[in-house]
């Protein structure tokens, strides 16, 4: 899926932000869960983006960490962009292993989407706004206002992370997915 998004992202207008269809999505999911064989190069772009996002939201306690909340919604109220980056860095090596590594993956495809935004109007801003519900959420419900308040910081990080993934992850995430 990652590999998909990573070569054809960066040239689709709205990818992440408009959905695949819920039928074709509900077909594939209920496939790739059974353990069948999917090839998705041969459905939509817009499919894939859905799938990879509902797999996202259903991954145990969020990939930052559910447990890690407070921390991550304080981050980016925290000093200059070196202390930001620092304790972000922090926070990722208090993540299981699979999680970084599919972390660094998530941010490989979100900045190479970013980096081509004029052609997709997907800028890190537009991206976090569509993915960010899907990578971190609080880990009990609360008011819808506080849900919104929520939603804008997890948002404003995402777009950090996006923007600041090479100083984050390293500069090897330019060339994570090859020479594909």
């Known amino acids: 899926m990652l590999s998909l998004l990573y070569q054809e992202g960066p040239s689709t207008e709205g990818i992440f932000r408009r959905s695949g269809s819920a039928k074709t999505c ?8 059974s353990g069948a064989e999917v090839d998705l190069a041969c459905e939509s772009i817009f499919v894939t983006a859905s799938l990879f996002k509902d797999f996202l939201r259903n991954i145990p306690g969020s990939i930052l960490s559910s447990q890690l909340c407070d921390k991550w919604v304080s981050v980016m109220d925290q000093g200059n ?21 599919l972390l660094r993956y998530i941010f490989g495809v979100l900045h ?13 801003f537009n991206l976090a706004i569509c993915i960010a519900p899907s990578l971190l959420w609080p880990p ?30 390293g500069e090897e995430i330019n060339s994570l997915f090859g020479e594909i």
């Open 112 to 124: 190479g989407i970013e980096m081509r935004s004029e052609e997709n109007q997907m800028n890190a």
């Open 140 to 169: 009990v419900s609360s008011t819808p206002d506080i849900e919104s308040e929520f939603t804008k910081k997890i948002s404003s990080l995402v777009q950090f992370l996006t923007e600041n993934c090479c100083r984050i992850f």
């Open 81 to 101: 962009n070196e202390e930001k980056i620092k304790n972000i860095q922090r926070l990722i090596e208090q993540l299981p292993r699979a999680n970084v590594v």
């Open 26 to 33: 509900k077909e594939l999911k209920e496939k790739l869960d």
